[in-house]
């Protein structure tokens, strides 16, 4: 089992949807989670960090966070095709684990 | 510097041949990792480093690669003999420390082995 785990996608949603992206981890001592999207030929950049159980929100932007589940979402309202990336999720067990990524595209 | 900065961007070399990649974190950032990416793929951990000791190594995929780090600021990542199946991104990463602070990643190098 991989410490990580993410479906490959690709997701598709209209503009205006709701874009839901789901990780799963394995180690229960993870401490934090974060979310990163990558734009293809760039670097990953941060988008969400969630440290407690429940959600967080900023912007459109909606991190939830369920230990005792051991999964963390992204949700993405009133999505945008500028949206279109992919979504890495990344767990700190001691050391940043990422997932192998989403990718979400957005149709216009 | 006002992010991470990695050299070169990009770097063509023949199979066999050594490859030094260089990494500046952000000033005052204590922890950096490196990682690869292959083509469509995630992010796969090499190495992470605590000041210039390196705790986990464990994502080093064979000998021929190695890293170190010195005055606790840059870092670089050595390919020995390189082969084919290392061409890929490779990114660095530094962070201040603390197991809820952030990475914040360099553009990365673009390695190609012919």
């Known amino acids: 089992q991989k410490e990580v785990e993410q479906n490959s996608g690709p997701l598709s949603v209209p503009e205006g949807a709701i874009a839901s992206l789901n990780c799963t981890y394995s180690d229960r001592g993870s401490q934090s989670f974060f979310w990163y999207r990558q734009y293809s030929g760039k670097s990953p950049e941060l988008i969400m960090f969630i440290y407690s159980n429940g959600d967080k929100e900023d912007g459109r932007f909606t991190a939830q966070l369920n230990k005792a589940s051991q999964y963390v979402s992204l949700l993405i309202r009133d999505s945008q095709p500028s949206d279109s990336a992919t979504y890495l999720c990344a767990v700190n067990t001691g050391k940043l684990i990422f997932g192998q990524g989403t990718t979400l595209q957005v149709k216009p | 510097g006002a992010g991470v900065s990695q050299s070169p961007s990009n770097k063509v070399t023949e199979k066999g041949k050594d490859v030094e990649l260089r990494c500046d974190p952000i000033s005052g950032h204590t922890a950096l990792y490196w990682y690869r990416q292959s083509l469509g793929q995630g992010l796969e951990f090499l190495i992470y480093?605590?000041?210039?000791?390196?705790?986990?190594k464990s994502g080093l995929p064979s000998d021929r690669f190695s890293a170190e780090r010195t005055g606790g600021s840059v870092s670089t990542l050595t390919i020995q003999r390189t082969q084919q199946e290392d061409s890929a991104v490779y990114l660095c990463?530094?962070?201040?420390?603390?197991?809820?602070?952030?990475?914040?990643f360099g553009p990365g190098t673009r390695l190609t082995v012919l």
């Open positions: 480093f605590q000041g210039n000791s390196a705790p986990d």
């Open positions: 990463a530094s962070l201040a420390g603390g197991p809820r602070d952030t990475q914040y």
